[in-house]
């Protein structure tokens, strides 16, 4: 009453004395506890429309959509009703909505904050007894968020609004319009649906979320405790995100790690940084779990997409980290034989086809050696058979190296004249009795002396040469496998991405996004 008394005193003193006059006989007997019916058993019917000015976020975590906009009402009211021509041609009265009865439309899936309308603002009052409120709202609702493509994903979300109070005997809500109405039976209750359930025609895009389809719902439905139908308006937002930003900001990156792990294997064996780069792509990865840690919600329905591509990414990395392992025992690894096996599938076989080629340093070498083999013969090798030889079968030998050795050059003759000078009597004169006592002189004992030694270099000698070819040939060896590894991992990363990528259903989704009309307007449309 005080405010309706206050409400009054600034009416006579700011309106004319026809608003004045209306407003007193259209509230000299007005309840505003009452609905707006002349018998019980009549019923208020409420056209409703959600306008839509803007999303305002997607809760992933919290499973929880923000919305911006305003809650179109029209009834009518029997009791503000007035003939315009006796009160000066007034039409419409704009009344302060705590004056008047009011529908108590809530949402029923409010996730927090209040569910019902906060902020009650003036009411148009139209001489018919026409009533429109529209009063705005900012509404966090509940929506099951479905993570399992994302970065790419869509959304279905749900906004139910309805009486909190009233059956569907004393308050019917309807769609404002009639145009394009389906009404169909779901599991045994009536359905009225409206493809454009939505106003959108002062809707401010989202920079993250395309909007598809706003479709409303009228539901009527029966339940065992109530003799009278339950009535809700359900309006389904089905939003897409934007592809751009995560792409950039979330899946690049990821792509880039998982190629870091194919090049790993293009670093040398012997590199030292191939451990460190795979260390250090886990550890990276190690960060974008995190990261997605505090985006998405913590369910155990499903992974992401973006989940499974780092989880796919992880292992590869643990493989790689493995692999390089063993390759570098492989390199390393020459105190071992090769077995032929190895040897002709690694070197004779691989090597080709991945076209891996040995340096010019190692075929040379051999080239040599075995032109070295067939041109001269080896000094220690011939002073060994001169030692062992029987006479008869060493001077024949002696003459032919002779021959040889002239044509060696100097070094090698006088290796070869010092290894040979105790018997180079025996080119002349038969060996008697004499010459053998003369074998076991001092000078004898020398010679034979220095060719045990040079007996023992020559075998020192081919050991380390047998040691450096079997060095090079388990080099050459980690050297295919790093080059087979490299190839496998690339194939398998880029099959890996591609499939991640579009295994996203959005991916091929060519759907645009709905066009926001200026004739979707609730007023200026079927009102």
Partial sequence: MRFSSLFLLIVSTNA?????????????????????????????????????????????????????????????????????????????????????????????????????????TKIDVYSNGDIHWEPPVIYNSLCKIDIEWFPYDEQYCDMKYGSWTFGGYELNLVHPTTDNVSKQIENGETVW?????????????????????????????????CDYPAIDITYSLNIRRKKLFYTINLMTPCVGIAALTAFVFYLPAESHNKIQLCISVLVSLTVFFLLLIEIIPPTSLVTPLIGRYLLFTMILVTFSIISTVIVQGVHYGDD??????????????????????????????????????????????????????????????????????????????????????????????PRSPTDKKKESSPVSEAIEKAGSNIHYIARTLRAQRKQENLQADW?????????????????????????????????????????????????????
């Fill in 16 to 120: 004319n004395p026809d608003m004045n006059r209306l407003f007193e006989d259209l509230f000299k007997k007005y309840n505003k506890l009452t609905r707006p019916v002349k018998a019980p058993n009549e019923t208020v019917e409420i056209q409703f429309k959600f306008k839509l000015l803007q999303l305002l976020d997607v809760h992933e975590k919290e499973q929880v959509i923000t919305t911006n906009g305003w809650l179109l009402h029209k009834w009518h009211d029997y009791r503000l009703t007035w003939d315009p021509e006796q009160y000066g041609n007034v039409t419409l009265m704009h009344i302060p909505g705590q004056l008047l009865w009011l529908p108590d439309i809530i949402l029923y899936n409010n996730a927090h904050g209040s569910p019902a309308v906060t902020s009650v």
């Fill in 193 to 225: 649906k409206v493809q454009r359930g939505i106003d959108v025609s002062e809707y401010q895009e989202s920079v993250e979320w395309d909007l598809l389809s706003i479709v409303g719902t009228r539901h009527e439905k029966r339940y065992p405790c």
């Fill in 336 to 429: 071992q034989p090769m077995s032929k096996i190895t040897r002709k599938i690694f070197i004779k076989f691989l090597g080709r086809y991945l076209l891996i080629y040995r340096g010019p340093g190692m075929p040379k070498f051999r080239r040599m050696a075995r032109y070295n083999k067939n041109r001269l013969p080896n000094a220690f090798e011939v002073l060994e058979r001169h030692l062992k030889l029987a006479p008869t079968k060493r001077q024949k030998i002696e003459i032919e190296e002779k021959k040889r050795i002239l044509e060696a050059g100097p070094t090698m003759m006088l290796i070869r004249t010092l290894a040979q000078g105790a018997s180079l009597p025996l080119l002349h004169t």
């Fill in 475 to 527: 080099k050459f060896v980690a050297m295919v496998m790093d080059r087979i590894l490299l190839v496998i991992f690339t194939i398998t990363t880029l099959i890996g991405t591609l499939m991640a990528l579009l295994s996203a259903p959005s991916i091929h989704d060519m759907r645009q996004p709905i066009e926001f009309r200026a004739h979707d307007s609730f007023i200026d449309g079927d009102y």
